[in-house]
Structure formats: structure tokens, C-alpha cells
């Protein structure tokens, strides 16, 4: 087969909404920038491989990059809509990845969606919503040429990772509210504002935990190598990928847990507070029954009631008034009621 035709070493790729970066790498060394036109011709070239970028592009810069890699119109299709269920599809000697994206965002957790088309020579990294610029995973790729020598490979590893230590970034951002909002609930009586801030944090974890646990079967298969020749000394950093995603469904499932307790000991709490408070306006109405239900005796319009006629009649009513709420009072202070 021909080779293709030598391109210049150093061009600078037009910009382009929507276009992050497109370079080009040989041996694990950054070439230059290149157009997308011309990536196929740089992705043929022994050794190299190129790293396309994108972030919420319009379909005419899809199309563009379909028609140098000859990727499946269902995967473009895919990566233009961008509401997919992560998940690993094979369309030829190519791979389609979906990965969902978290972020806090005004303290809640936004989503997003990275595509990402592996196949010989080549990654495309397509980006929607709520994520995390891949910048940062390029220069820390380039930052270590003996590595990224693995290729488009490696690439996808280090995207993976770093999506699912976003995830653990996020559960961590979780974690400290969490907390807070223990010691609060724990702390006073349950307000309206709580129980809402807990249904929201337990429903952002839910979202996290649907939008990582697919991920471990994405990185089975890449690890046992079902999809991609993935050479034997890159599987086990797939296997880490998996376990890394396995500790945030951990952690996950330890907040939920410590959010479903809380909000259980906030509401017993609760319901102890006023049956405190019920005990206590009980013996009070007990302790008032006795003047009340004495006044109305003696409140009655009879003239035939001897006890009107006493001349301590008075003071032996009160005394018995005193006397039996004084008794009363000590009794339920004694059973801890007042």
C-alpha cells in the first residue's frame, strides 16, 4: 500500500467553534496542531497518532470528522444528540464509548456526556453539558511521552480516569454536606429546608451512582480485551479504572445510607420532642381539671348546698385546691412530665 504523501510538520489548526484541539503525536511526542482535513493523512503515518478535541460541535464539524475516519453514521448520530446511557459499541475495527459527566453547579450535580470514537490511529473526544476541559488530561498526557507512546489507547484510558476521579471529587463535595447536614438535623428540629436538602442530595447520589456504574462493565471489556487489541501492559490500568469506579459506588452507597439514618434519627427525634410536649400539656391540663372542676361545683345556682354556709368554707376550698394540684404537680415530676 502507498504510503501517504508527507505532510508539513507544523501547521496550525484553523479555530473553529466547537473544535477544543486536534493534534497531531508520534512516539508519544506532540507533532503540531493540524486541520481536521488532514487528519486521516496524519493518523496513516507509522507511529503517529492523532487526538481530536471537540466540545458541543454543530453537525457540519461532525460530518467533517466522519468523513476522515469513515465513522458509523448511528454513532455521529449518537454524539449529536447526546442523551445516551453510557455503554461500549463496536462498529467495525472502530469503538464508540459514552461516558456521563458530573460537575458541581450551584450546589447541586450537573451532567454531562462524553463520546469518545477510538480506532486505529485516531481519538475523538466529544464533550456535551457539564464537564471537565480534557486540557488538563492533555498536558498531563504530554507531560509523559514514554506513555502516551501507547497511543490512542492510552488516551482513552486517561480520559476514563479522569472522568470517574470527577466522579470521586464529586462524592467527596457530597460527603461534606452530608456531614453538615447531619449535625444540623441531629442538632435541631426537623425543618422544611432540611427534608428538601436531603431529597435532593440523595437524588443527585442515585444520578451519580446510574451515571458510574456502567463504566465497570465498559472497562471489563476493554480490560479483557472483547473490543480493542489492547496490549497485555495497558489491561491492568482498565482494571484500575474499574476499581476506582467500584470505590465511588461505595462511597456512594455510604452516603445514602448515612442520609437514610438521618433522616430516620431527625424524625424519631422529632416525634420524641413532642411526645415531650404532649406529656407535658397533658399534666398540665390535669393539674388545672382540679380548680376547674371545683369552681363548677361550687359555681352551681343551688340554694340547698350546706357547704355555702360555712365560715371556712373558703379557705378549705383553696387549701384542697393547693393540696391536690401540689400533689399532682409532684407526681408527674416524679415520672418526669414536667
Request: proline fraction near 4%.
Amino acid at each position: 500500500m502507498a504510503q501517504p504523501a508527507l505532510l508539513p510538520d507544523h501547521l496550525d489548526a484553523p479555530h473553529e467553534p466547537g473544535l477544543v484541539a486536534s493534534v497531531a503525536y508520534a512516539g508519544g511526542a506532540r507533532v503540531c496542531d493540524i486541520p481536521i482535513d488532514q487528519a486521516r493523512d496524519w493518523a496513516k503515518r507509522p507511529g503517529h497518532f492523532v487526538w481530536i478535541g471537540l466540545h458541543e460541535p454543530n453537525p457540519a464539524l461532525l460530518a467533517r470528522v466522519q468523513r476522515q475516519f469513515d465513522l458509523h453514521a448511528m454513532a455521529i448520530e449518537d454524539a449529536e444528540q447526546a442523551h445516551q446511557r453510557p455503554k461500549l459499541e463496536q462498529y467495525g475495527a472502530a469503538v464508540f464509548v459514552v461516558a456521563r459527566t458530573a460537575q458541581l453547579a450551584d450546589g447541586h450535580v450537573a451532567f454531562g456526556e462524553t463520546h469518545l470514537f477510538i480506532g486505529r490511529g485516531y481519538v475523538i473526544s466529544v464533550r456535551h453539558g457539564a464537564s471537565a476541559s480534557y486540557t488538563t488530561v492533555r498536558q498531563r498526557l504530554e507531560a509523559c511521552p514514554t506513555v502516551l507512546a501507547h497511543g490512542e489507547h492510552y488516551v482513552l484510558y486517561g480520559i476514563l480516569d479522569f472522568i470517574v476521579d470527577n466522579y470521586m471529587l464529586v462524592a467527596e463535595a457530597i460527603h461534606e454536606r452530608v456531614d453538615a447536614i447531619e449535625d444540623s438535623v441531629l442538632a435541631t428540629n426537623v425543618r422544611r429546608e432540611d427534608i428538601e436538602e436531603v431529597y435532593s442530595l440523595r437524588r443527585d447520589l442515585l444520578r451519580l451512582r446510574n451515571a458510574a456504574a456502567p463504566l465497570v462493565d465498559v472497562c471489563r471489556r476493554l480490560e479483557h480485551a472483547e473490543v480493542l487489541a489492547i496490549e497485555p501492559s495497558m489491561q491492568p490500568l482498565f482494571r484500575d479504572v474499574t476499581d476506582h469506579v467500584r470505590r465511588v459506588e461505595e462511597e456512594i452507597d455510604t452516603l445514602r445510607e448515612v442520609l437514610a439514618f438521618t433522616f430516620e434519627a431527625s424524625i424519631m427525634w422529632s416525634q420524641a420532642e413532642q411526645n415531650t410536649t404532649m406529656r407535658r400539656l397533658a399534666a398540665w391540663a390535669a393539674i388545672l381539671a382540679v380548680p376547674t372542676a371545683i369552681a363548677g361545683i361550687y359555681g352551681m345556682n343551688f340554694e340547698q348546698m350546706p357547704e355555702l354556709k360555712w365560715e371556712y368554707g373558703y379557705f378549705i376550698v383553696l387549701g384542697t385546691i393547693a393540696l391536690l394540684c401540689g400533689g399532682l404537680f409532684t407526681l408527674f415530676r416524679r415520672y418526669d412530665w414536667l
